[in-house]
């Protein structure tokens, strides 16, 4: 093995780690009813349409 090769598995290795945490976070995300596009405890954007940022919106607009 030449040295650009052990540089390609070792990116390869990195890029699928990234990917296997990426979909865990997905996963729990969904699995939970919970997404990512809402932030934490920011205010939601109208593309957002989670249930908890439906929630948190009708909350704020009826104080």
Known sequence: M?????????????IFIAFVFGMKRIYHNFSSGKCDSCGNGSSCSGSC???????????????
């Open 2 to 14: 030449t040295t650009g090769d052990i540089a390609t598995w070792i990116i390869a290795l990195i």
């Open 49 to 63: 349409h989670c249930s908890g940022c439906h929630i948190s919106q009708t909350n704020k607009s009826s104080k």
